[in-house]
């Protein structure tokens, strides 16, 4: 963080602008494939009614370069003989296909995954509250920062949520 910045404080933004590019690079494109922008990109989609969707992702380079890991990764970390919990709620019914996707779009290998659920485990709930999607993405960020650490994806039951993920924590 640049030092003008010390001890600044951002509670929240009310003075956004919106800006939209002429043309947005999604991927680039050779006789290998479709590979991803290695930069954020936001992806604005029509408005329905008074809701506006946009789509944002990040690279793994990109994650790696903003947590400041590429050094670790030039000297070889890569999670290598790390265990990693990641504790959410409900689930996510496709997580593995999910993850397989994911490696394969970014050429990363094959992720380690356990999930162990405490309480009654019913990921097909995560689909209906959102947290299939917080899912994924808690664990595909662990699996760019470390591919090659064994994640172990703790899911909180649905049931009663709140004492499911503080049995997670224990």
């Known amino acids: ?5 010390s001890g600044l ?34 992806i604005p989609f029509p408005s329905m009614g008074s809701l506006q969707f946009a789509a944002t992702y990040y690279s793994p380079s990109v994650f790696q370069q903003a947590y400041n890991e590429t050094s670790l990764f030039r000297q070889g970390f890569k999670g290598q003989g790390a265990d990693i919990a990641v504790i959410d709620a409900y689930g996510d019914p496709t997580i593995y296909q999910d993850l397989q996707s994911f490696d394969k779009m970014f050429n990363l290998p094959a992720a380690q995954l356990q999930i162990i659920p405490i309480g009654n485990y019913q990921p097909e ?23 090659y650490a064994k994640i172990v994806l703790l899911v909180a039951n649905g049931n009663n949520i709140n004492n499911g993920l503080f049995d997670a924590i224990q």
């Not at 963080?1 to 910045?5: A, H, R």
């Not at 994924?136 to 662990?142: M, N, Q, R, T, Y």
């Open 1 to 5: 963080m640049p030092s003008q910045l």
């Open 9 to 42: 404080r951002v509670f929240g933004l009310s003075n956004i602008s919106i800006f939209s590019p002429q043309y947005i690079a999604l991927a680039r494109v050779n006789q290998s494939g479709f590979f991803p922008a290695d930069i954020p990109r936001s």
């Open 125 to 147: 709930q995560g689909i209906g509250t959102g947290w299939d999607v917080e899912t994924a993405l808690d664990v595909e960020a662990v699996h760019m920062m470390a591919p």
